[in-house]
């Protein structure tokens, strides 16, 4: 099993099928904050559904095309950050990720993606990074603004969020390999 240690209590470690059970608890425990902005956190998520949600993201991964990871801390699964699209031959991933209510606002996500920037540009030989989210969604904003990211635009009704779905404006943020190295060194 993968874990890329982030801190003596937090890591990212591969998605498992055999993480079911604990994953399914953690979004049904979030199903109606997650559901204001995330489709796939309906009323009918279970261990059943993850198991397949994880076999397709680990097919995606055995492509090359993601590298989701459950967000653990002290082991137990508190959510989920991960390169959620990988496009070598164009040289950028996308980073997506949510958090258990009881671990937000502790800086835990925004580690999590540091270490996903690290993973995208060092590893990957991506040239950029972008992170998307509703527009409407401000914690979720929050972590690209505090790392540097440039607000590169709003695509207006451009993905489905929220369960019931709703087509939203999305914003994406991107940070440039070598916007990322100048950070990095300071």
Not at 31 to 51: F, G, H, I, K, N
Not at 79 to 85: H, R
Not at 89 to 113: H, K, L, M, P
């Amino acid at each position: 099993m993968f874990v890329c240690p982030i801190d003596d209590h937090l890591a990212l470690r591969l998605f498992s099928v055999l993480d079911a059970d604990e994953a399914a608890d953690v979004v049904v425990r979030n199903r109606e904050r997650l559901a204001r902005w995330l489709p796939w956190a309906t009323p009918d998520v279970d261990a059943a559904s993850e198991r397949a949600f994880i076999s397709g993201s680990l097919a995606r991964w055995s492509r090359g095309e993601s590298c989701e990871s459950w967000l653990t801390y002290d082991g137990a699964i508190i959510g989920a950050a991960g390169l959620c699209v990988i496009r070598p031959d164009e040289q950028w991933a996308e980073i997506g990720y949510w958090v258990d209510a009881a671990y937000e606002g502790r800086g835990f996500v925004t580690r999590a993606v540091r270490v996903l920037e690290r993973i995208a540009f060092e590893d990957l030989r991506c040239g950029r990074v972008q992170i998307c989210c509703d527009a409407d969604n401000a914690r979720s904003a929050a972590v690209p603004k505090r790392l540097g990211y440039t607000l590169e635009g709003t695509l207006r009704r451009h993905r489905v969020s929220g369960s019931p779905p709703r087509v939203a404006d999305h914003r994406v943020y991107g940070l440039l390999r070598s916007e990322w190295q100048a950070r990095e060194a300071s």
